[in-house]
């Protein structure tokens, strides 16, 4: 069976870190690709990272590029993203995904952020809160 569990989420202040976790079981890497996206109750989903589960590779959203840093921690078999400088705007309900590997393989990253595109399992995602 396939899971995807995050943890590490809570409250912090403007311009601190945290470091988010999503534990995975049920798969191997080699064929899928990881990400996370993020929620904001009663607004769409945001794709803002990802990862090739093969071959390493990473996208983010433009937004934020050089303040969050995906990771795959093959002997935890855990996906992590390391939050930096967050502001009240990165608020949010975070998940992680399993996406089919073409997606990194072929950089079809804006694709999946736009619809979700090779998307087939997802966490119940862990709250983030931002104050300031």
């Known amino acids: 069976e396939v899971q995807l569990v995050e943890s590490g989420g809570g409250t912090v202040q403007a311009g601190e870190s945290l470091r988010l976790s999503c534990a995975t079981s049920?798969?191997?890497?080699?064929?899928?690709?990881l990400a996370w996206f993020r929620q904001v109750p009663g607004k769409e989903r945001e794709g803002i990272s990802g990862?090739?589960?093969?071959?390493?590779?990473?996208w983010y959203a433009d937004s934020l590029k050089g303040r969050f840093a995906i990771s795959i921690n093959n002997a935890k078999n855990t996906v992590d993203l390391l939050m930096n400088s967050l502001k009240p705007e990165d608020t949010a309900v975070y998940y992680c995904?399993?996406?089919?590997?073409?997606?990194?393989?072929?950089?079809?990253?804006?694709?999946?952020?736009?619809?979700?595109?090779?998307?087939?399992?997802w966490g119940k995602g862990t709250p983030v809160t931002v104050v300031s």
């Open positions: 049920g798969f191997t890497y080699d064929k899928y690709a």
């Open positions: 990862i090739g589960g093969s071959d390493g590779s990473t």
């Open positions: 995904a399993r996406l089919k590997g073409f997606i990194a393989a072929l950089g079809l990253w804006g694709r999946w952020a736009t619809d979700y595109y090779g998307m087939d399992y």
